[in-house]
T-cell receptor
Framework: DADVTQTPRNRITKTGKRIMLECSQT?????MYWYRQDPGLGLRLIYYSFDVKDINKGEISDGYSVSRQAQAKFSLSLESAIPNQTALYFCATSGGEGLDEQFFGPGTRLTVL | DQQVKQNSPSLSVQEGRISILNCDYT??????FLWYKKYPAEGPTFLISISSIKDKNEDGRFTVFLNKSAKHLSLHIVPSQPGDSAVYFCAAKASGSARQLTFGSGTQLTVLP
């Protein structure tokens, strides 16, 4: 079983709709991250959380919100989706001081029409 | 302004030969560097890392070289195999940062049989 899972894997929605992407991990890591990948831009950090009570904005947080429901769960919401939020979204985890390696989920491909 | 740059979007190499993927950075506070590999429809997976106190780190067929004065690192794969065909991302972390990684835009490596 995968250590980091994301649901859904693919989603097509319309402009203005509210969308939630979910991430679960079984690695027992405290730290969780949401990234988006766009062609030619690599991965850009949207939000990150170091524990259940901690939420931090990343490089491109506008238009997004997150919820850390438990150590193992971190959700990303698009309150009112717009076409330029069409991208590949990745959740990642990391654990422990000095451990910078992040473990990624398989990604969610989101298309906003 | 991208702080981590991978200027070659793609690279093709013959099987058995050396693959050299390059990465440049601009932030002198970066002190830890990682390479990730990504196959289609999967999340990135950690490949190899290097701390700024070293100039070389080797793991099997993979070697990362760091030139701090030039703010340049490279990933060498020897010998290249068709299974190495993937997108390779360079990532960096700044000293004192909250474990945030800054990613490059990626290089698509194709190893030809």
């Amino acid at each position: 079983d995968a250590d980091v899972t994301q649901t859904p894997r693919n989603r097509i929605t319309k402009t203005g709709k509210r969308i939630m992407l979910e991430c679960s991990q079984t690695k027992g890591h405290d730290r969780m991250y949401w990234y988006r990948q766009d062609p030619g831009l690599g991965l850009r950090l949207i939000y990150y959380s170091f524990d259940v009570k901690d939420i931090n904005k990343g490089e491109i947080s506008d238009g997004y919100s997150v919820s850390r429901q438990a150590q193992a769960k971190f959700s990303l919401s698009l309150e009112s989706a717009i076409p330029n939020q069409t991208a590949l979204y990745f959740c990642a985890t990391s654990g422990g001081e000095g451990l910078d390696e992040q473990f990624f989920g398989p990604g969610t491909r989101l298309t906003v029409l | 302004d991208q702080q981590v740059k991978q200027n070659s979007p793609s690279l093709s190499v013959q099987e058995g030969r050396i693959s050299i993927l390059n990465c440049d950075y601009t932030n002198s506070m970066f002190d830890y560097f990682l390479w990730y590999k990504k196959y289609p429809a999967e999340g990135p997976t950690f490949l190899i890392s290097i701390s700024s106190i070293k100039d070389k780190n080797e793991d099997g067929r993979f070697t990362v070289f760091l030139n701090k004065s030039a703010k340049h690192l490279s990933l060498h794969i020897v010998p290249s195999q068709p299974g190495d065909s993937a997108v390779y991302f360079c990532a960096a972390k700044a000293s004192g940062s909250a474990r945030q990684l800054t990613f490059g835009s990626g290089t698509q490596l194709t190893v030809l049989p």
